[in-house]
């Protein structure tokens, strides 16, 4: 994880020189939200899949780059004062705190564009037909069938009061799309088909919702130090989670299942997957 989110931050490092005109302040409102913290999960999730079928290195980091940035964007905008409204994220100001609302609503699109542009370039993969499926994988996760959509559910859950199934769907929108979306770029990168991937799809299904409830136990037992942004906020907005739902204990049981589940997809591979079942593990032993 570490190897990765150096790797990360010298792609947008090389990606986001700010040149030295009036756009000076987007790319540094970029580079303040792109560069430094997060776990960058998502990339290693590209890599450790790409990483499957051999897809070299050096195209899989762009692929995974392209995810981050997208992440980023959707950082930036839930953070807005119209969304979450918060100060602090990745141990830092947010960037409409560092920045103002307007850079940072241009630092988020940027960063949505940027994602589109390296999956469509050739340097990430030569196969013409192997970039517009990625790029359309990735533009469903960002959707309104994906993260849009979850975000938008999100907000009404505000002023509504969600069941069990509901909030399964918001965040399986919200977080589980991206996620998943992470596991197919990689099997696509390497030229697996649609019908090969059932597994790695199961996976990535479980592994969302894992992550989702360990994130709903952090906000209540965790650290706000070591989370790096403000705790607690589900519950004083009166919002329904997982938590609320099922309760601490049963919530932690059935993180395991869906990790044990996550893992058991992939019977079908041998060591060559210990790091996706790495990552599974991590999901719910995780302090941020």
Do not use: W
Request: aromatic letters at 4%.
């Amino acid at each position: 994880m570490g190897r990765i989110a150096t790797a990360i931050d010298g792609q947008f490092d090389a990606l986001l020189q700010v040149p030295d005109d009036a756009r000076r302040e987007l790319y540094e409102a970029m580079r303040h939200a792109a560069i430094g913290g997060g776990k960058r999960l998502r990339p290693l999730l590209v890599m450790s899949t790409a990483g499957l079928f051999n897809v070299d290195e050096s195209c899989a980091i762009r692929a995974a780059t392209a995810v981050e940035a997208l992440h980023v964007y959707s950082l930036i905008h839930d953070d807005l004062p119209c969304m979450d409204d918060d100060d602090l994220r990745r141990g830092k100001p947010t960037t409409h705190i560092a920045y103002g609302e307007a850079a940072a609503v241009l630092a988020g699109d940027a960063l949505h564009a940027l994602a589109f542009g390296l999956l469509t370039d050739e340097r990430t993969h030569s196969d013409p037909f192997v970039r517009a499926e990625m790029t359309a994988c990735l533009a469903k996760a960002a959707g309104p069938a994906g993260m849009a959509g979850g975000q938008m559910m999100d907000l009404v859950a505000e002023k509504s009061k969600f069941d069990l199934q509901t909030v399964t769907r918001l965040q399986l929108l919200k977080t589980g799309a991206l996620i998943a979306a992470c596991v197919e770029i990689g099997a696509i990168m390497g030229r697996v088909p649609s019908d090969g991937r059932t597994s790695l799809r199961g996976y990535a299904h479980d592994l969302g919702l894992a992550f989702q409830i360990a994130d709903d136990i952090l906000d209540v037992e965790g650290d706000e130090q070591i989370a790096g942004k403000a705790l607690h906020k589900d519950a004083e907005a009166g919002k329904e989670t997982f938590l609320s739902l099922m309760g601490l204990e049963r919530a932690k049981e059935q993180a395991q299942m869906l990790v044990d589940q996550a893992k058991s997809h992939l019977k079908g591979y041998g060591e060559e997957a210990d790091l996706l079942r790495a990552i599974a593990e991590y999901t719910i032993e995780r302090d941020r």
